[in-house]
């Protein structure tokens, strides 16, 4: 099958400043891709050249077979995109806008926009300039929602909007990806892409740092342990794979490496382990792996 | 960045509603350090040069004495003033009776604009939203922007009468004419502080305020005519700020109580700004917002009927004011015949009357007038295109299936075709106006073929903006030294002497201003084509280059 973007050693520098940096990606048809990086690390870039709104320095990029510089306008019928920074035109309403984009693009279906208008309470009559940042994203989501194709751009899609909204936009997710269709979702929030994608990407200063499911990626970190054992657990701390054992009141506290885990919940169990809290590792402990040195030079915290 | 010239605040519980003008007066003076002493210096030098023109017109005392008849006639009056002192001319009369309006125009513009960039501007950017969240009182900005024009008008009314004075003209007389220039820019900053209230865009509180300018200038036309005839409402240069500036009558009566009434409107339309001001949200207008169809109209499909949505306000509002302008201009034609009926040859030379026909030369000349502003019209369009680029909203369209060529091509073309639309209606008016005001129809014709046969000049100015725009977007308003040199190259040609060849360098020199003069097939073509070929250049550079990131 033909991955619906493939993306091989993709370079971009704007003047001095390396955007992407030897970037690869592959995101195969039908499922939902988290692209994950902090701010700057190039998310939107490597997306704007996959719209071919920017032009590659070098490397290879392929969007649904297509090339996306030369093909763009064929490719674009296929595919909607939701920036991040949604700017409304001041004197079109919202319902206007949906309508164009999706005339523009190329047909779309009423009932569903219509529908999905309701289901983000999203007022169509009010002017542009009247919209706050997360009402103009939601003409954005709207009209790419609602639109049949078999791409979806998504790029920080959700800043603006409400827990409320969230939610809404998780079930949307859910229905498109339930339908087959693709999704590349660009994120710093990390809450979202662990219930969303089925696979990830981190970017880090222009270059894929890791990519894999959830579970491939948990598999190289570590699982936080919380237990309450009968006897002192400190001799834990000699045991390969576990870091940073702390102990009070009787309870044990440490990091353990993802394939070090059977060992130590044996070793748990024959100190007559009473109460256990064991929990996956989140996605800011993946990305405070690859970007861990920054933060804690910024004195923004440590792996908890 | 803007909060961090912000943080000296202060003292507790001493804030009152101007608290931080002072910062923020500082701050505008960093932001305005190219801009400000471009406006302070290039009055005084516009100034200068005026003077300097006169200078090689009017060589002897018999040359300025052949003024007189022109500067003494309602057509004198109407492009300069209530002509004081005029029956015993001399330079510095002429010089700040005559020319002198138009650096009091220039001084209205800067006023208007510089409070309209500090204060509304600041608030649709959302950046006055930063500054207002620190300890900054509500009327701080629109104080310290005040404080800042009347620092700029101060500035040029001591440049303009230095530099006045320095030509050894009468020292009293020229810093008089120094300070009406200095009124001019004061009242209309209190009028811009009046429009930034009632609308939200920067755009259009500075297209109120420019309006009112415009009427101003033709208020005391209307007046300053009347005044010259001897008979008619002379009273109306009164209702004019520009006119309180011309009643000084500078190297003549040399009054300075008319400058009273400018600082008293100024006054006066400042505080009705604090009041309004007061009476609204922070960022919203006074005029709350209507909500509009949920729904696109099903006409609105495809690039080329987008584009034209795009455009279209801004197009029914040049229309309205090219049909107003050229009824106005129109009416003037046979008040401005009678004028000139004794001028001397030479000065009929300079109004675009060189075969000695008078009224084909002001018809043809004003044929030229609108098609600059119809040039403006075009520039002011393509720089909106950059704008809907850079602010992220050209993004989300360029992602769907309309192409590069067809965005650019589709709002090209809209431009393209109101350009001639506008000269249409700018002929209809001048040509209703003229026809009513001399009692002769066929004008009409005249002037509808005169305007339109300018479109290919004004095509050429739209495909060379173009192609700057899609080549290289950050040195698009280069392009305004076309406009400029064609309203050099098309009113001061006879007075500056240039050489048949650097005057064609102006694509408004070729065609020919009709009725005076033939209108030129080979150029219509040839200025066509060329528009065309750079309209061409402008669709394949925009297809090679990378787009700008909206956020």
């Known amino acids: 099958m033909t991955a619906a973007i493939d993306i091989h050693h993709l370079d971009k520098s704007f003047g001095r400043v390396k955007a992407l940096d030897g970037l690869d990606l592959r995101v195969d048809p039908g499922t939902v891709h988290g692209f994950l990086g902090p701010n700057g690390a190039g998310k939107s870039t490597t997306i704007r050249i996959l719209l071919g709104l920017l032009r590659a320095d070098g490397g290879q990029a392929r969007l649904l077979g297509g090339d996306p510089w030369a093909d763009a306008v064929a490719l674009h019928r296929r595919l909607a995109y939701v920036p991040g920074d949604v700017e409304l035109w001041p004197n079109l309403t919202g319902g206007e806008a949906i309508d164009l984009f999706a005339r523009l693009r190329g047909g779309t279906d009423p009932v569903r926009r219509d529908e999905l208008c309701q289901r983000f309470d999203l007022d169509p009559s009010k002017k542009g300039r009247t919209y706050s940042k997360g009402n103009r994203q939601k003409v954005a989501l709207i009209a790419a929602l ?108 440490f990091e ?10 044996r070793e748990l169990g024959d100190l007559g382990v009473q109460g256990l809290t064991v929990r996956p590792p989140t996605l800011e402990q993946l990305l405070l792996r690859h970007y861990g040195d920054q933060l804690v030079g910024n004195g923004v915290g440590k792996v908890a | 960045m803007t909060a961090t010239t912000l943080d000296r605040a202060a003292p507790a519980g001493t804030g009152t509603a101007v608290t931080g003008t002072g910062s923020l007066l500082r701050f505008m003076l960093r932001r305005d350090r190219i801009r400000l002493p471009a406006w302070a210096l290039g009055l005084p030098l516009l100034m200068t040069y005026f003077a300097a023109a006169l200078d090689t017109i009017a060589q002897t005392p018999e040359d300025l004495a052949g003024l007189t008849a022109f500067t003494s006639s309602p057509a004198g009056a109407l492009f300069g003033g209530p002509g004081f002192g005029f029956d015993d001319l001399t330079i510095e009369r002429f010089l700040a009776g005559q020319y002198g309006l138009y650096v009091l125009i220039g001084a209205g513009l800067m006023g208007l604009l510089t409070v309209v960039r500090h204060t509304r501007t600041e608030e649709r950017t959302g950046r006055a939203e930063l500054v207002r969240a620190n300890v900054v009182g509500r009327h701080a900005q629109l104080t310290a922007a005040l404080t800042l024009t009347a620092v700029m008008a101060v500035i040029v009314a001591l440049l303009i009468g230095a530099m006045l004075a320095s030509r050894g003209f009468d020292p009293g007389g020229s810093m008089l004419f120094g300070a009406s220039v200095g009124a001019v820019a004061l009242a209309f900053a209190g009028i811009a502080a009046v429009t930034v209230q009632l609308s939200e865009y920067p755009r259009a509180a500075a297209g109120m305020a420019g309006a009112a300018l415009g009427a101003a200038f033709v208020l005391r036309g209307l007046g300053d005519m009347a005044a010259v005839q001897g008979s008619g409402p002379s009273w109306l240069s009164w209702l004019s700020p520009i006119g309180w500036s011309q009643q000084t009558a500078a190297y003549v009566h040399d009054r300075w109580w008319p400058l009273a009434v400018s600082l008293a409107f100024a006054a006066a339309t400042a505080v009705t700004g604090y ?81 000695g026909d008078l009224l084909a030369g002001y018809l043809g000349m004003m044929g030229l007038t609108m098609a600059l502003v119809v040039g403006v019209y075009a520039v002011l369009a393509v720089q909106s295109l950059r704008a809907e680029e850079t602010e992220g909203r050209a993004e989300p369209v360029l992602a769907t299936s309309v192409s590069r060529t067809a965005w650019i091509g589709s709002h090209v073309a809209v431009v393209a075709l109101g350009v001639p639309w506008l000269l249409l209606v700018a002929g209809v008016g001048m040509g209703v106006g003229a026809a009513a005001s001399t009692g002769d129809a066929g004008l009409l014709g005249d002037l509808l073929v005169g305007h339109l046969a300018h479109t290919p000049a004004v095509w050429l100015v739209l495909a060379a903006a173009a192609l700057l725009y899609a080549a290289a977007p950050r040195v698009l308003p280069v392009i305004w030294v076309v406009l400029g040199y064609g309203l050099i190259a098309g009113y001061f040609a006879p007075i500056l002497e240039l050489p048949e060849g650097v005057l064609r360098l102006s694509p408004f020199e070729h065609v020919g201003e009709y009725p005076l003069e033939n209108i030129s097939v080979v150029a219509v073509v040839v200025l066509t084509v060329l528009a065309g070929a750079l309209a061409q250049a402008a669709v394949a550079a925009f297809r090679r280059r990378d787009l700008a990131g909206g956020a």
């Open chain 1, 256 to 265: 353990v490496d993802g394939d070090q885990l059977a060992v130590v919940v």
């Open chain 2, 275 to 355: 009041v309004l001001s007061a009476r609204r949200d922070f960022g919203a207008g006074l005029v709350p917002p209507r909500p509009g169809s949920p729904r696109a109209a099903s006409w609105l499909a495809g690039p080329f009927a987008f584009a034209f949505r795009l455009h279209r306000a801004s197009l029914i509002g040049w229309s309205v004011a090219l049909l107003a302008a050229g009824v106005a201009y129109g009416s003037f034609t046979q008040p401005l015949l009678d004028g000139f009926e004794d001028a001397p040859e030479d000065l009929v030379e300079v109004m675009g009357g060189g075969s």
């Open chain 1, 146 to 253: 609602a639109s049949d194709v078999e791409l979806l751009l998504l790029d920080e899609p959700t800043a603006g909007l409400d827990p409320l909204m969230e939610a809404v936009f998780q079930d949307c997710i859910r229905e498109v990806k339930d339908a087959g269709r693709t999704v590349l979702l660009s994120s710093h929030i990390l809450a979202q892409v662990e219930v969303l994608a089925d696979q990830i990407s981190i970017i880090r200063q222009g270059k894929i740092v890791e990519t894999g499911s959830l579970t491939e990626l948990r598999h190289l970190t570590r699982t936080s342990v919380e237990a309450v054992t009968d006897r002192p657990a400190d001799g834990l701390a000699n045991l390969a794979g576990v870091h940073g054992l702390r102990t009070d009141d009787g309870q044990v506290r």
